[in-house]
């Protein structure tokens, strides 16, 4: 198969390799449940153009890169535009110091134009340098990608979201996140991790590897949530806010020893955050909760969430139970607390392999290269639930990470596959 740079053109004398092709059956990639009937037309995928002049009939605008702070320099973003196959590009050499996306095969864009519109993949960071060849197109440090490789990322067919992880560490000002949302097409969205002293209890912040600094107890606190997270995180993003994750360790006693008193605590936090800027639909940024506590999955949890139209993360992690069972625990806990609607937006992250602890999966994973450990129970569940979320006409955000079969973007390669392999089945 003939191979394609990102604008259409055809390559000659190709030497450096490419991003692994799309296995053309998904017999490799495990059975997934068919999408009964795609929700939304396929929407036409974006090529981006980086360094053109050349004007285009369907512009998706970029707002302007603003002054950083504390993240180093920051390059303007590239364009974005849709650009016909063989259109001529005017050629340009690459910048000093700038990070350029890898070259897209044909049949991964073709991937991506498949997919629907109200699906986003995307991967938790964007700073990984073992990623050349599959994002960027040469290896880069992992300085270098964090201040001026995500519009590279962005530039990658299938990648229409991304999670920002630092947040959980410290909170960012929306100083440091508006460059962020400059360096992606008004399509994109992002979602932040709160900071984890808000999660995490304060006599067990000093046992978590986690911890700094924390001059006071901010565990469950909305005041310090809305202070330091939410408006940060709206007014740097804008509308390219798509969720604020609150991910919660394994607690301990007090709070695993009844589930009733967690979710107590979980609903009157949830009470206190500000209303988000949702549409008359509902469309719009949301509030998510990922927790590590099975023991917690039940109608009180449930209750708090659908109460204040706030979203269960459906995680793929060992200590918690399969995607489908959490699904129907909180639709039961919905249907006894006589909660009818529920927000349009399903989020899964795909956080590690079930046989793995994170830190080994780390170690053998590295650089993140290659599908180390393919899982394909969980990517046929993740699949699932994708499924059954765009036949609900959900938007859709799929977080995958690097420790779950050793390469976030081959992981949603694999999975884009199989979902569109199962439309095409049904």
């Not at 009818?340 to 795909?350: A, I, K, Y």
């Not at 830190?359 to 639930?385: G, K, M, Y």
């Amino acid at each position: 198969m003939s191979q394609f740079d990102l604008f259409g053109k055809p390559l000659a004398n190709l030497v450096a390799p490419v991003s692994p092709p799309v296995p053309e059956s998904p017999a490799s990639l495990g059975q997934s449940t068919p999408l009964a009937k795609p929700p939304r037309k396929p929407r036409a995928r974006r090529v981006a153009s980086p360094g053109s002049d050349v004007p285009a009939a369907e512009s998706l605008p970029v707002e302007p890169a603003t002054e950083v702070v504390s993240m180093g320099d920051w390059l303007p973003a590239p364009k974005f535009a849709s650009v016909p196959d063989g259109a001529p590009v005017a050629p340009r050499r690459k910048l000093e110091g700038e990070v350029l996306p890898a070259v897209a095969a044909l049949a991964l864009r073709e991937l991506a134009a498949q997919l629907p519109e109200g699906l986003r993949l995307g991967t938790s960071s964007w700073t990984f340098p073992g990623w050349a060849g599959l994002v960027y197109r040469d290896t880069q440090s992992e300085t270098q990608l964090s201040r001026k490789g995500l519009s590279a990322y962005a530039h990658h067919p299938l990648l229409r979201s991304v999670g920002i992880d630092r947040t959980f560490y410290a909170p960012l000002s929306a100083t440091e996140l508006a460059p962020m949302a400059a360096a992606v097409p008004t399509d994109f969205r992002f979602l932040v991790k709160a900071h984890a002293a808000l999660t995490t209890p304060f006599d067990q912040w000093r046992r978590m590897p986690y911890a700094g600094h924390s001059p006071a107890d901010f565990f469950l606190n909305a005041a310090y949530a809305a202070e330091q997270v939410v408006a940060p995180t709206l007014e740097g993003l804008g509308t390219k806010t798509g969720v604020i994750l609150f991910q919660f360790p394994p607690l301990g006693p007090p709070y695993a020893r009844t589930a009733l008193r967690f979710a107590d605590h979980l609903a009157r936090f949830l009470e206190g955050l500000p209303a988000l800027p949702v549409d008359g639909q509902g469309r719009g940024p949301r509030y998510a909760v990922e927790i590590r506590n099975r023991e917690f999955l039940g109608p009180a949890y449930a209750a708090a969430l659908g109460a204040r139209g706030v979203v269960h993360c459906l995680n793929v992690h060992p200590r918690m139970p399969p995607l489908a069972e959490q699904a129907r625990l909180i639709l039961d806990g919905h249907a006894v607390a006589g909660i009818s609607t529920r927000p349009p937006l399903t989020v899964v992250r795909w956080m590690l392999h079930p046989a793995r602890e994170y830190a080994a999966a780390r170690e053998e994973f590295a650089p993140f290269d290659r599908l180390a450990a393919p899982d394909t129970d969980s990517r046929s569940a993740v699949a699932a639930e994708v499924a059954a979320a765009l036949a609900r006409q959900d938007e859709v955000i799929v977080i995958a990470n690097n420790k779950a079969e050793g390469s976030a973007p081959l992981t949603l390669q694999h999975l884009a596959a199989a979902l569109v392999a199962g439309t095409e089945g049904a």
